[in-house]
């Protein structure tokens, strides 16, 4: 995604998709050692992980097909070789479909380079506030684009912000009350930065998305380091958030993301308390407590 990454954290603005596609597989071989996958490891590594002929050879495809691969040329390649260097890589099945993006963005959906929307419809701002769990909704940018009482009590009432700064990630990564929210941030900032890999792989053109990354990429330094890792998440469903809050203290959210039908992608983000338990119990309190309306 946007990203030239040099000397390991630098990252500027635009997206350049054979840059993205080298880097990305680069730092998968980084991950794996020879014994991890069978093969015998011999000699002096100059860095870290596969060499490209191994790859080559657990893919299956000569050391030139691969190297004109990670040199960022996959239009021509087959779904079957891609689909080899990613089990040889052993991707998961977001970091496949990420690569497969990357090497041939024509396969990608149509359905991704639909407009941002800027506001919820009436529908689902009624929907939002009709549930009894924190409940926002984000778009593929990871703008704020509606929320609930029990969200503004959880994460901080975002009506007291600009709607510019109303961003999952730039409050994540750049708004120390917003970290103060989540008794396990670095783990959340990881997440955060998989997902906006991620989503800006399926909109390699959106340009505010890219600006975003270099706004965040030229304030964080934590975020820099972050996208050098080149790791891609969707948000797992089911995943234990830890939060902190002033008044309840710390306490457990199970996150359910959810697409949400329509043109442009948007997300209905949820968050739930285990029956029973002491975070339910902090969820229930947080709700009785009066709030202001939001503006």
Not at 17 to 30: D, K, N, Q, Y
Not at 81 to 93: G, T
Not at 176 to 194: K, M, N, Q
Request: proline share 6%; aromatic share 6%.
């Amino acid at each position: 995604m946007s990203s030239h990454v040099a000397d390991g954290d630098q990252v500027t603005s635009g997206l350049d998709r054979r840059t993205e596609l080298r880097e990305f597989l680069r730092s998968r071989r980084a991950r794996l050692r020879p014994e991890d996958v069978g093969l015998p490891s011999y000699g002096r590594r100059r860095v870290p992980g596969l060499r490209r002929e191994e790859l080559a050879q657990l893919a299956g495809v000569s050391y030139a097909y691969y190297a004109r691969l990670e040199q960022g040329y996959g239009d021509t390649m087959s779904a079957e070789v891609l689909d080899a260097v990613a089990r040889a890589l052993r991707l998961s099945e977001e970091e496949r479909d990420h690569l497969i993006r990357l090497a041939q963005p024509e396969r990608q959906s149509t359905a991704q380079a639909a407009a941002a929307p800027r506001q919820l419809g009436p529908s689902v701002q009624h929907l939002l506030h009709g549930l009894g769990v924190p409940a926002f909704v984000v778009s593929r940018r990871l703008d704020i684009l509606g929320w609930n009482r029990l969200a503004a009590a959880v994460f901080g009432d975002w009506a007291l912000l600009p709607p510019e700064e109303r961003n999952v990630a730039r409050l994540a990564f750049l708004s120390p009350e917003t970290r103060d929210r989540f008794a396990e941030p670095d783990r959340t900032a990881l997440r955060i930065a998989g997902v906006l890999r991620l989503n800006a792989g399926k909109s390699p053109r959106d340009s505010y998305l890219s600006s975003l990354i270099q706004e965040l990429s030229q304030k964080s330094e934590e975020f820099r380091r972050l996208w050098a890792r080149h790791e891609v998440s969707c948000g797992t469903i089911g995943e234990s958030v830890r939060m902190r809050h002033p008044l309840v203290g710390e306490f457990d959210l199970v996150h359910v993301p959810m697409a949400l039908p329509g043109g442009a992608p948007m997300r209905l983000m949820t968050y739930h308390a285990e029956p029973g338990s002491r975070s339910e119990e902090a969820l229930r309190m947080l709700a009785s407590w009066e709030m202001e309306p939001l503006r």
